[in-house]
């Protein structure tokens, strides 16, 4: 039903900076939590940071103060701004939404950090 896609990623140097953006279709109700995850090869898809309809945020650890998660309802969109970027943050991200208690996710886009 919900179909996610997400954009922005890319190739970066250490150091620098990524915006990543998602868009939401085919949304007939409210959509409630958003987030973004990221996978790694070879290892689990991780929470990055997640945001409440009222704007309420969560951070993994590894993200926190460096990070910013946003989100424009009108426009069914939520955002991660990324600074000072480490070689450990390269993983494919993931947008999620929650809609009515089902979770949808995006084909996810590739972050590349280079040392």
């Known amino acids: 039903q919900v179909q996610l896609v997400e954009s922005g990623g890319g190739l970066v140097q250490a150091g620098g900076s990524l915006s990543l953006s998602c868009s939401a279709s085919?949304?007939?109700?409210?959509?409630?939590?958003m987030g973004w995850y990221r996978q790694a090869p070879g290892k689990q898809r991780e929470l990055v940071a997640r945001?409440?309809?009222?704007?309420?945020?969560n951070y993994a650890d590894s993200v926190k103060g460096r990070s910013t998660i946003s989100r424009d309802n009108a426009k069914n969109t939520v955002y991660l701004q990324m600074n000072s970027l480490k070689p450990e943050d390269t993983a494919v991200y993931y947008c999620n939404a929650n809609v009515r208690g089902m979770n949808y996710w995006g084909q996810g886009t590739q972050v590349t950090v280079s040392s």
């Open positions: 945001i409440s309809t009222v704007g309420s945020t």
């Open positions: 085919r949304v007939i109700f409210r959509i409630d939590t």
